[in-house]
Every structure is written in structure tokens, then in C-alpha cells.
């Protein structure tokens, strides 16, 4: 095999993206019924969409659902299967995403990072242990009082620089290749509006993952759960042998969930059950849980138990009567990418060319690729460096984004060699 093009993506391509875009809020909102859900996430739409013009590619388009497509155009007369890249815009609901200040902490040599804002956020090894592999790396934080946005932020500028190395470099021989950035993933919608046929890929890879090297294929497979309790409600005064709190059942209910199968006592390949938010009142009193589980058939034991709890909680509560909704969220992808091997075969590949030890996960989420691996373009997840998302400690690696983004360039490469 002759040698192929050397690569190097340079570390301001990647870096001076990623802190301009976590600088513009792309919070989404769950309790929106639009699409975005916040028209802020086009703000950021509009800036991609430019970049990916000044680059050169002529097809960059935001469209009314705030969703991009674009092309890298294809450097090779072979036949290769038409790849798609996809990050997400959104930045999780959970904690703020305005006014992010990113703060570089150069040349990082161990220890702690204290962060200026809010000294109570310290990342430690401990707490944080891939910092133990960044010893020399610059690492990019918040400065406390919000999250980064590296979930998945990161991503975008892996793929945006990528994108710009390729258009600029021909002599990396690759098939068309098509951009996706989704809105709304942080809140299960990310790919409710895409135009699979305007896509038009036929594999795909989301950059929304951890550590250096690290692969995912498998991940949970996800239902929401609501139970609708319906009490019976009286002057509080007069309420001995009336009154039956659809708040106090509720408590009741959650007060008998099983300890070891929440999500702060699993982890690895165990699912859990996790209410989420308790609303309502006396007389009507709504539980939303999320049910996950690698193997399907578990969400349905997990969602079978808790309506045998909420029975057993009724028996005490006469008059009172519970409703069940139950709405899939998503399935595990190993499903649909295991009938095509290559495509993670060539991820492992594409890193080893980087340089980088590949590394088989499992996803304990899930991401726009388990949806799309549905949908018709098997899709895994491929590190991005982001950690600790979703709080006020998430921090990201420069040289661990630079090979991501080598990364995506090598996937190309390779699939356009085995074509």
C-alpha cells in the first residue's frame, strides 16, 4: 500500500472555532413545541453556514427546522458509499449555556483546575481521570458559572475543520461526503425534521463521543414513562376519610423505587429507571420517569414494574386511580450497525493511521446516530474529547480535538482505499 498524504490539522482550526461557537447560546428547551426549539440555535446556524461558504462549499444550507446540510464534493472516480459527518447544535437544558467565558489552560502539567468564577469548581484527577492523559495538552474550560458546551460543540469544529482540510487538500482521495448539523438533540428531537432523501448518505459517524479513541456502537435503548395520578381533593379542614393526595402517592411511589436500579447506583451495561420531575397538585399529580436498557425487552420489565409499585401504592389510596403513557425514545443502534461490520472496521482503521489506540464503548445515552442507525443510515459515535458534559466542570482537550478531526479525514480516506 503506497503511503498516504500526511495530515496534520493545525490546533487554531479547531480551537478558534470551538471558542467562538460556545460562545453563542444554543440552549434547547424541552418544554418548547417549535422547531429548534429555541430559534437561538440558528444564531450559531447562520455562522456555520458562512464558514462552510468561505470554505468553499457552494451547497451549505440552513433550512426552516434549523437543520444544515452541505457537501464535501467527492476527489475520486471510484464508487464509493456516500458518508455522512453529524454534530449537534444544542447545548443541554440542565445547566446554563449563556454568556459562556472559555478560559485555555495551556500546557497542563497535573493537579487541579480551579475555576475563576466560582471557586467551589475544581476539577481534580480524581473526579475527572482522563485529565491524567493530558499531561502537556491545553485544556479549554468554563470559568465556573456555566457549562462549556463542549457536548457538542467540539464536534462541530472537528468536522468544520476536517471540512476545511479536505476542500483544501484534493490529494486526500475521498467520495462525497455530507455534512449534518441537528438541532435539538440535547432534548430527544435532533433528528425529528431531517430529510433523509436530501441527505442522501448511506453511512454515517457522529462526533458527540469522549475520550482519544474511543468508539461507540451500542448504546441504550430509551423510553419516556409518565404516571398520571389522579387523587381526590378536599378542604383541607374537613378532609379525614376524603382527601387522597395525588402528591402524597406520588411521593409514595417514588419513596418504593428500587435503590440499585436508579442511575447513581448503575453503571457499565446496567439500565435504570429515573424519575425526571414530579408536577401537579391534589387532585391530579404527573411522574415522568426515563427507562433505559441495552436490551430492549428490559425497558418493557422496567416499565412492568413500575406500574405493579404504583399499584401496590393504590391499594392504600381507594378512590384514586393512576394512568400509564409510555413514548419511545430510542432504540440500541448495534442492532443496524452490526449488519455493517465495515463501518466501524474502518473507524479503527482511520485512528490507527492517527495514531490513536481505538477503543469499543458503550454508549450509557444515546445520540442522533442511535436514531439515524433507524432511519436508514447506520451511524456510530467517534470521540469528540468532550467530558463532564452537561455541567459546570465539562472540559475538552485542543490536541484531542485536533485528532479528532484527523480522524474524520482518515475515515474518508479509508473508505474511498477499500472501495
Same mark, same amino acid.
Not at 434549523?66 to 453529524?86: D, E, R, W
Not at 387522597?244 to 439500565?271: F, W
Given at each position: 500500500m503506497a503511503d498516504?498524504p500526511?495530515?496534520?490539522?493545525?490546533?487554531?482550526?479547531?480551537?478558534d472555532?470551538?471558542?467562538?461557537?460556545v460562545k453563542?447560546?444554543?440552549q434547547?428547551?424541552p418544554?418548547s413545541?417549535?422547531?429548534?426549539s429555541?430559534?437561538k440555535?440558528?444564531?450559531?446556524?447562520?455562522?456555520l453556514?458562512?464558514?462552510?461558504k468561505a470554505?468553499?462549499?457552494k451547497?451549505?444550507?440552513?433550512?426552516?427546522h434549523?437543520?444544515?446540510?452541505?457537501?464535501i464534493?467527492a476527489?475520486?472516480t471510484?464508487k464509493?458509499?456516500?458518508?455522512c459527518?453529524?454534530s449537534?447544535?444544542d447545548?443541554?437544558?440542565d445547566c446554563?449555556?449563556?454568556?459562556?467565558n472559555?478560559?485555555?489552560?495551556?500546557n497542563?502539567q497535573?493537579?487541579?483546575?480551579t475555576?475563576?468564577?466560582?471557586k467551589?469548581q475544581?476539577?481534580?484527577?480524581?473526579?475527572?481521570p482522563?485529565?491524567?492523559n493530558?499531561?502537556?495538552n491545553?485544556?479549554v474550560t468554563?470559568?465556573g458559572?456555566?457549562l462549556?458546551g463542549?457536548?457538542?460543540?467540539?464536534?462541530?469544529?472537528?468536522i468544520?475543520?476536517a471540512a476545511?482540510?479536505l476542500?483544501?487538500?484534493?490529494e486526500?482521495k475521498h467520495?462525497?461526503?455530507?455534512?449534518l &448539523?441537528?438541532?435539538?438533540?440535547?432534548? @430527544?428531537r $435532533?433528528?425529528?425534521k431531517?430529510?433523509? =432523501?436530501?441527505?442522501?448518505a448511506? %453511512?454515517g459517524?457522529t462526533?458527540?463521543?469522549?475520550?482519544?479513541?474511543h468508539?461507540?456502537?451500542?448504546?441504550f435503548s430509551?423510553?419516556?414513562?409518565?404516571?398520571?395520578?389522579?387523587?381526590?381533593s378536599?378542604?383541607?379542614?374537613f378532609?379525614?376519610?376524603q382527601?387522597e393526595?395525588?402528591i402524597?402517592i406520588?411521593?409514595?411511589?417514588?419513596?418504593?423505587?428500587?435503590?440499585?436500579v436508579?442511575?447513581e447506583?448503575?453503571e457499565g451495561m446496567?439500565? &435504570?429507571v429515573?424519575?425526571?420531575?414530579? @408536577?401537579? $397538585?391534589?387532585?391530579?399529580?404527573?411522574? =415522568?420517569f426515563?427507562i433505559?436498557? %441495552?436490551?430492549?425487552?428490559?425497558?418493557?420489565?422496567k416499565?412492568?414494574m413500575?406500574?405493579?409499585i404504583?399499584?401496590?401504592?393504590?391499594?392504600d389510596?381507594?378512590?384514586?386511580?393512576?394512568?400509564?403513557?409510555?413514548?419511545?425514545?430510542?432504540?440500541?443502534?448495534k442492532v443496524?450497525?452490526?449488519?455493517?461490520?465495515?463501518i466501524?472496521k474502518?473507524a479503527?482503521e482511520?485512528?490507527k493511521r492517527?495514531?490513536?489506540?481505538p477503543?469499543?464503548q458503550?454508549?450509557r445515552g444515546?445520540?442522533?446516530?442511535?436514531?439515524l442507525s433507524?432511519m436508514?443510515?447506520?451511524?456510530?459515535?467517534?470521540?469528540?474529547?468532550?467530558?463532564?458534559f452537561?455541567?459546570?466542570q465539562?472540559?475538552?482537550?485542543v490536541?484531542?480535538?485536533?485528532k479528532?478531526?484527523?480522524v474524520?479525514v482518515?475515515?474518508?480516506e479509508?473508505?474511498?482505499e477499500?472501495a
Amino acid at each position: 500500500m503506497a503511503d498516504k498524504p500526511y495530515v496534520m490539522i493545525p490546533a487554531e482550526s479547531v480551537t478558534d472555532r470551538f471558542l467562538r461557537y460556545v460562545k453563542i447560546d444554543t440552549q434547547s428547551d424541552p418544554e418548547s413545541p417549535t422547531v429548534p426549539s429555541t430559534a437561538k440555535q440558528k444564531n450559531l446556524g447562520k455562522v456555520l453556514v458562512e464558514e462552510l461558504k468561505a470554505i468553499g462549499i457552494k451547497d451549505a444550507e440552513l433550512d426552516e427546522h434549523g437543520y444544515i446540510y452541505a457537501t464535501i464534493p467527492a476527489t475520486t472516480t471510484k464508487k464509493v458509499p456516500v458518508l455522512c459527518f453529524c454534530s449537534h447544535m444544542d447545548t443541554s437544558p440542565d445547566c446554563s449555556g449563556a454568556n459562556v467565558n472559555p478560559i485555555v489552560h495551556k500546557n497542563y502539567q497535573g493537579g487541579n483546575i480551579t475555576l475563576p468564577n466560582d471557586k467551589t469548581q475544581v476539577l481534580t484527577p480524581a473526579s475527572h481521570p482522563d485529565l491524567n492523559n493530558q499531561k502537556g495538552n491545553d485544556i479549554v474550560t468554563a470559568d465556573g458559572t456555566t457549562l462549556l458546551g463542549a457536548d457538542n460543540k467540539a464536534g462541530l469544529a472537528e468536522i468544520m475543520a476536517a471540512a476545511e482540510y479536505l476542500m483544501k487538500h484534493p490529494e486526500v482521495k475521498h467520495g462525497a461526503i455530507r455534512i449534518l &448539523f441537528t438541532p435539538d438533540e440535547e432534548i @430527544g428531537r $435532533g433528528v425529528d425534521k431531517v430529510d433523509m =432523501k436530501k441527505l442522501g448518505a448511506e %453511512f454515517g459517524y457522529t462526533m458527540d463521543g469522549e475520550s482519544l479513541g474511543h468508539i461507540e456502537a451500542e448504546n441504550f435503548s430509551a423510553d419516556a414513562m409518565s404516571i398520571i395520578i389522579n387523587g381526590v381533593s378536599a378542604h383541607p379542614g374537613f378532609a379525614k376519610g376524603q382527601m387522597e393526595s395525588a402528591i402524597k402517592i406520588a411521593g409514595a411511589i417514588i419513596d418504593k423505587l428500587p435503590k440499585n436500579v436508579s442511575p447513581e447506583a448503575t453503571e457499565g451495561m446496567e439500565g &435504570f429507571v429515573h424519575p425526571t420531575s414530579v @408536577g401537579g $397538585g391534589i387532585e391530579q399529580t404527573t411522574i =415522568k420517569f426515563i427507562i433505559r436498557d %441495552f436490551v430492549t425487552e428490559g425497558l418493557k420489565k422496567k416499565e412492568d414494574m413500575l406500574k405493579e409499585i404504583t399499584e401496590k401504592v393504590l391499594k392504600d389510596y381507594p378512590n384514586s386511580t393512576a394512568e400509564f403513557k409510555v413514548v419511545e425514545q430510542y432504540r440500541n443502534m448495534k442492532v443496524m450497525i452490526d449488519k455493517h461490520p465495515q463501518i466501524v472496521k474502518y473507524a479503527e482503521e482511520a485512528m490507527k493511521r492517527a495514531k490513536i489506540t481505538p477503543h469499543m464503548q458503550s454508549i450509557r445515552g444515546g445520540t442522533d446516530g442511535a436514531r439515524l442507525s433507524f432511519m436508514g443510515m447506520p451511524c456510530p459515535n467517534i470521540f469528540a474529547g468532550e467530558h463532564a458534559f452537561h455541567g459546570k466542570q465539562e472540559w475538552v482537550s485542543v490536541q484531542d480535538m485536533q485528532k479528532a478531526a484527523e480522524v474524520v479525514v482518515r475515515i474518508a480516506e479509508v473508505w474511498e482505499e477499500k472501495a
